[in-house]
């Protein structure tokens, strides 16, 4: 640590997000510090695969790779999907992309976020360039032209020359660094659960559009599909509540029965679904990424692949100002990040809202053209391609 700057960054939360950007400084040299008010729980091979599952995309799993934490995810569990199959329930006509036409071995990996935080969390212990302080908690900031200092629960304070929040979507950060959001509730829900089905899920990960709600079946590496079913709220709390047997019923109707009856559920849960856009990403010696900075509906499974590569992106920024021995915590460096994140998060972002609003109209005329879209998008190839590079992250 230098004495007058104190650490070189400050990553205030240890999600997926705050955690590979950590790693990503650190092993560039850089002097760290995580602050995170709990450890991740431990992952165990024994335990039942765990209910929150994230698809990440090729370029994920490339950071990851480049993090040297890959192997030992996909040694502990992981499903690639090489397939990916969308189709509407009010329209005939149907999007398929396969790996192997757009030249990858995969479009991407289901992965417990439990498993993917356990690796990552034991990673930045054994880094001797990373400071981790957990169980903290951040109460207040302040910054002077240098620094910015962080002033802990227990009243005792971290100097760093860069501050970046990483503490999710309800950023307390973000809130005291006075960066307001645009919000948009979907006044939905994400039903998860995994089930077994008769047939096999053909390493293939399926979307189907229902009249206001999407249904999404993820592989997983045991054989069953991890189950995203997004609905109003109030449906939400009645799948919720009935027993196994009638939901298993619901679903496999809801799926089409694609791959037949659904034969168990586990236990399921519900997560409140929600648009938030940071209103910008900069303030003095500060920055946000990952959910801090936007949360975005699941439906395209994109959220955290746009967290990595916010994090991703600054930890390039900075070596490069660093070695070009400018302030790497200056605002013209800080700007180069926002410039190059914010609008790709945010048309993405906007992507998906308009996807949810088209596909979540029960209107025959627009379910009509829907299924006319995703016919006409399947049929020409540069547009899939585009549409498959841009979510894999190339
Ligand atoms: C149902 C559902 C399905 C999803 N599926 C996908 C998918 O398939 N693919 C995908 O890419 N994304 C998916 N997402 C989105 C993804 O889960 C999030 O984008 C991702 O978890 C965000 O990671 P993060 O590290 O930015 O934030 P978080 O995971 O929220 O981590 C924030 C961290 O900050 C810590 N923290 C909180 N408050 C403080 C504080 N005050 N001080 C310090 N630390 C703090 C927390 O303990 C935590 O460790 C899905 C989301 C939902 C709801």
Request: glycine content about 8%; proline content about 4%.
């Amino acid at each position: 640590m230098n004495r007058r700057f104190g650490h070189d960054v400050a990553i205030v939360g240890a999600g997926m997000v705050g955690a590979a950007l950590a790693l990503s400084l650190a092993r560039a040299g850089f002097d760290v510090v995580v602050v995170e008010p709990r450890p991740p729980s431990p992952w165990r091979s024994e335990d039942e695969i765990d209910l929150r599952v994230v698809a990440l995309a090729p370029s994920s799993v490339d950071l990851f790779g480049r993090l040297d934490v890959w192997t030992s995810i996909a040694a502990a569990r992981a499903c690639a999907y090489r397939h990916m199959q969308v189709w509407d329930a009010l329209a005939p006509g149907q999007l398929r992309f396969d790996a192997a036409d757009q030249g990858m071995a995969a479009l991407g990996q289901i992965v417990e976020n439990r498993l993917i935080q356990h690796t990552l969390w034991r990673a930045l212990e054994a880094d001797p360039r990373i400071a981790l302080r957990c169980p903290a908690e951040v109460t207040a900031t302040q910054v002077d032209d240098e620094r910015r200092t962080l002033v802990l629960g227990d009243d005792s304070r971290i100097a760093a020359r860069l501050v970046v929040a990483a503490d999710g979507g309800d950023s307390d950060l973000r809130k005291m660094a006075g960066i307001e959001t645009r919000d948009r509730d979907y006044g939905q829900r994400a039903v998860v659960a995994h089930v077994a089905t008769e047939r096999a899920h053909e390493d293939t990960a399926w979307q189907r559009f229902l009249p206001g709600a999407t249904l999404a079946f993820l592989p997983l590496a045991d054989g069953r599909s991890s189950i995203v079913w997004s609905v109003p709220e109030g449906e939400a709390a009645r799948l919720l509540a009935l027993d196994a047997g009638a939901f298993c019923a619901e679903l496999g109707a809801a799926f089409d029965f694609r791959l037949g009856a659904i034969q168990a559920t586990t236990a399921r849960a519900a997560f409140p679904l929600r648009l938030r856009l940071a209103e910008r990403y900069l303030a003095p010696r500060f920055t946000l990424i990952g959910d801090a900075a936007h949360v975005v509906h699941p439906l395209a499974g994109q959220g955290v692949n746009l967290g990595l590569r916010d994090a991703d992106e600054l930890a390039g920024v900075l070596v490069e100002a660093r070695d070009a021995k400018r302030d790497f915590a200056g605002s013209a460096v800080l700007r180069r990040f926002e410039r190059r994140r914010r609008s790709d998060n945010a048309l993405s972002a906007h992507a998906f809202d308009t996807i949810q609003r088209v596909f979540a109209s029960e209107s025959m005329p627009l379910a009509a053209l829907r299924g006319a879209a995703l016919t006409v998008v399947d049929k020409i190839g540069p547009l899939k391609r585009l549409l498959a590079g841009h979510a894999a992250g190339r």
